[in-house]
């Protein structure tokens, strides 16, 4: 009778052997829970009921009690396999290292040098913090706000030696270190190609509108160049704080007539003023290119009659480019953004941009 079983025996331990490593894999991966979950099925919902039926109604006895559990163990390992060839290990491995933040205990442990953790929290929404971490951050003066934009708290501007014991805890538990408190940057990418990005970093950035040809020629994606920090959306924000971005840094980057203000771009202006005559001086002359028709270069006395027209006609009336700075109609007092859609056509039809039209209203500037 034995001697009957021995193929059962040897087909089930090739059947457990496989489904115990598939079993050991699933928890490990963090889904210990589906892999309990498949042995409980493959035990009560196959191996209990044909054991049942093969011994009480079928008469097999012990062969059909080892059929039962060959078959159940083979089903559990089947099922085990299935969950693990269909793994996303990426993301599993994302999902692990988020519950071991939330659910383990830092390793804090004195040294020669002090006190070293080994969580860094840096790229975590203050959502995702687990509570000790939390109690950290609001010690050394952080709140939501900062810590999902990235900002300093006022405690960074204190000298190491005069935080209070267990605020240098925190700092170090968060992973602050003395030689780098007060100036500790986040990792940027600025200077990296596509290829040089970590994974996760390249997921940032894909979060941004980025592929590799974008990456590699604008750091900054064009979709979003022109908007701020908090028109971005919380998955757009927390891939630029990735990235190395917090709220002063990317909105310093939106282009210039969309976020710097008049006084702060006026050396910019200032070149591009060199580039136009308001002083009727023939020598300031240029020839773009040689295209003589360009209005943009030439005195006003040397501009086409069809241009002083359309002058006369709007805003630039003869009198109104007087020295008479009093004049109250005068359209040289009003900001670009101020003039009706005729005026600016009509500035720009002799000459006149935007920054070139803001920058005569801020220093008083008349063509004579």
Same mark, same amino acid.
């Given at each position: 009778m034995f001697s009957e079983l021995v193929p059962y025996i040897c087909v089930g331990n090739v059947t457990l052997m496989f489904g115990s490593m598939s079993w050991t894999i699933l928890g490990a991966s963090g889904r210990v829970g589906l892999a309990t979950a498949t042995g409980f099925l493959g035990s009560w919902g196959v191996t209990l009921p044909l054991s049942a039926l093969s011994t009480l109604f079928l008469g097999y006895d012990l062969q059909g009690m080892v059929s039962a559990i060959? +078959?159940? /163990?083979?089903?559990?390992?089947?099922m085990n396999s299935y969950f693990l060839m269909r793994s996303n290990w990426e993301n599993l491995a994302r999902k692990i290292q988020k519950k071991n933040r939330n659910y383990g205990v830092a390793k804090i442990?004195?040294?020669?040098?002090g006190i070293e953790t080994t969580i860094n929290y840096d790229y975590e929404q203050w959502e995702e913090l687990p509570d000790h971490a939390k109690d950290a951050a609001l010690l050394i003066g952080f709140d939501e706000d900062r810590w999902n934009n990235g900002e300093n708290p006022e405690l960074f501007e204190s000298p190491w030696e005069a935080l209070q014991v267990q605020e240098r805890e925190a700092a170090l538990f968060l992973g602050y270190k003395q030689e780098e408190w007060g100036s500790r940057q986040k990792e940027t990418f600025e200077d990296c190609d596509w290829s040089e990005l970590p994974d996760?970093?390249?997921?940032?950035?894909?979060?941004l509108g980025h592929n590799e040809s974008t990456w590699n020629n604008n750091k900054k994606c064009d979709a979003l160049v022109e908007v701020s920090w908090h028109d971005l959306s919380?998955?757009?924000?927390?891939?630029? +704080?990735a990235l190395g971005y917090?709220?002063?840094?990317?909105n310093d980057g939106i282009s210039t007539a969309a976020s710097i203000p008049l006084h702060e771009?006026?050396? /910019?202006?200032?070149?591009?003023?060199?580039?136009?005559?308001?002083?009727g001086d023939s020598s300031t002359h240029h020839e773009n290119n040689g295209n003589l028709d360009n209005t943009e270069y030439r005195d006003w006395n040397e501009r086409p009659d069809y241009a002083q027209e359309a002058a006369r006609e709007h805003v630039l009336e003869s009198d109104i480019w007087s020295s008479n700075a009093g004049h109250c109609d005068d359209p040289m007092n009003v900001l670009w953004h101020e003039l009706s859609q005729e005026q600016q056509e009509t500035a720009i039809l +002799?000459?006149?941009?935007d920054n070139m039209w803001n920058m005569c209203v801020a220093n008083g500037w008349r063509p004579s």
């Open positions: 060959v +078959i159940g /163990y083979s089903c559990s390992g089947a442990a004195p040294t020669d040098a996760d970093a390249q997921e940032a950035a894909l979060t919380m998955d757009q924000q927390e891939a630029a +704080i917090d709220e002063e840094k990317w771009e006026e050396d /910019y202006q200032q070149e591009e003023a060199k580039e136009f005559s308001l002083d +002799i000459g006149f941009s």
